[in-house]
């Protein structure tokens, strides 16, 4: 069977969900990416560039994740693609076009809001990675269960786990969404620490920026070499070897990738008890668990609220791996351990690539209502974040003279510095 994936694609979370798909599909079936773009397109970077990629041209609107019909028509006809799968999609013109074209069309489910949980209706079948998930769409016919996972082959510990001196180096991934991801939480808990204690930051955008009410905190712990901060991107498998002790304070996630992750590497992890975070972890197994605070909706609407881990629980947690600094041999291996039995992305997928075989097109009746809310849907956000006739002429331009839209474009960025 010939598949697409249409998704964002380059060095993020979203991109790496999909990439998982496209290589466990891969071993039965033709796989196609289809880059509607996101913060950034990967042009040319090896690790995403590669012959089964296509880069989707401009949409007519600036809605996030708003895909050119035509362009996309083209794509699907060209590769002759009978089942698309849809990462985190916003719009739902893609997906009647599918329809309108007789290809099976699913969703990895991620995103969604009270008001749009009712359009799902709109695809053939579901793919949910999390329980969390998975209790909100039970109700489609076709809703498929796939444990998430993660490569256990890639993400490794950096040797045999021995007693070391020097105490306890925690790590966090804060990626693009530090405040998403509690790292301001984070550095407030380790402050309250005591003891042979460090902390490893990897972010990929400026931490002090992110957060310019912690500066001289962040300041402070830089000066006494407690804290070591890593800002850029990084390449799977990342930088979990320079910690021991995964610290995921995280306000609000669809999945929390790098809790996997981290748990492959042999790193215990800290993370909210609020799902789907607290899925992955088994307390006194593999990890910890952090009492919440607080919960609270996000701006925009998302069906789940957003959490905050009490401080103070934050630190102890963390205390007790620095007061039990020398067991630390004994959660790692405990750690792999587990991630090798419950994370195993090969194992927990095995059957997705032939249960997609066996998926049916939803009849039109059963669809009906959820399209005529996806219409009204669609033409809200589109007259909302419309283009102007000059923004999709200039739009137009570079996509048919490339070389000459490059040229004036350095034409005029030095002509304003000089």
């Not at 407030?188 to 905190?217: C, E, I, M, R, W």
């Not at 587990?338 to 095995?350: L, P, T, V």
Request: net charge neutral; aromatic share 12%; with cysteine.
């Amino acid at each position: 069977m010939k598949i697409g994936i249409v998704t964002t694609w380059f060095e993020r979370g979203a991109a790496y969900v999909s990439r998982q798909f496209r290589d466990v599909l891969a071993s039965e079936h033709d796989v196609f990416i289809y880059a509607r773009g996101g913060e950034q397109f990967a042009i040319g970077d090896a690790n995403w560039d590669l012959d089964y990629v296509t880069w989707a041209k401009k949409p007519a609107t600036f809605a996030f994740t708003d895909i050119n019909l035509e362009d996309f028509k083209h794509w699907l006809i060209s590769n002759n693609i009978e089942l698309v799968i849809f990462n985190e999609q916003k719009i739902w013109a893609p997906v009647m076009l599918c329809r309108e074209l007789k290809i099976k069309t699913g969703a990895y489910i991620d995103y969604y809001t009270e008001q749009t949980v009712d359009m799902f209706a709109l695809y053939d079948f579901l793919i949910c990675n999390t329980l969390k998930h998975r209790s909100v769409f039970a109700w489609h016919p076709q809703c498929l269960f796939i444990p998430w996972g993660t490569d256990t082959s890639l993400y490794q510990p950096k040797a045999e786990p021995t007693a070391q001196p020097g105490g306890v180096t925690f790590f966090h991934s804060a990626g693009m969404s530090p405040y998403r991801k509690g790292t301001d939480l984070l550095l407030q808990a380790f402050a309250l620490l005591t003891g042979d204690a460090k902390l490893y930051l990897h972010s990929q955008v400026p931490l002090k920026t992110a957060f310019p009410q912690l500066t001289d905190n962040i300041d402070e712990l830089l000066a006494k070499q407690q804290l070591f901060i890593h800002e850029g991107t990084v390449a799977a498998p990342g930088l979990y070897t320079k910690g021991d002790v995964y610290v995921y304070p995280s306000r609000l996630d669809g999945i929390g990738l790098t809790i996997l992750e981290a748990a492959s590497a042999g790193l215990p992890v800290i993370v909210p008890d609020y799902g789907p975070m607290n899925e992955f972890v088994a307390a006194d197994i593999n990890g910890r668990t952090v009492a919440i605070d607080k919960l609270w909706a996000r701006w925009d609407g998302y069906y789940w609220p957003q959490c905050e881990v009490n401080i103070a629980a934050l630190a102890a947690a963390m205390q007790s791996y620095v007061d039990n600094a020398s067991s630390m041999p004994q959660y790692a291996r405990q750690a792999r351990q587990y991630a090798e039995k419950h994370f195993n992305w090969q194992h927990n997928s095995a059957e997705l690539a032939q249960r997609l075989t066996q998926v049916t097109l939803q009849p039109a009746d059963a669809v009906r209502g959820a399209e005529q809310q996806a219409r009204k849907y669609d033409a809200t956000l589109f007259q909302r974040h419309a283009k102007s006739a000059r923004q999709r002429w200039k739009e137009n331009f570079a996509e048919q003279n490339p070389v000459v839209y490059r040229l004036l474009h350095s034409l005029k960025s030095a002509l304003k510095r000089g």
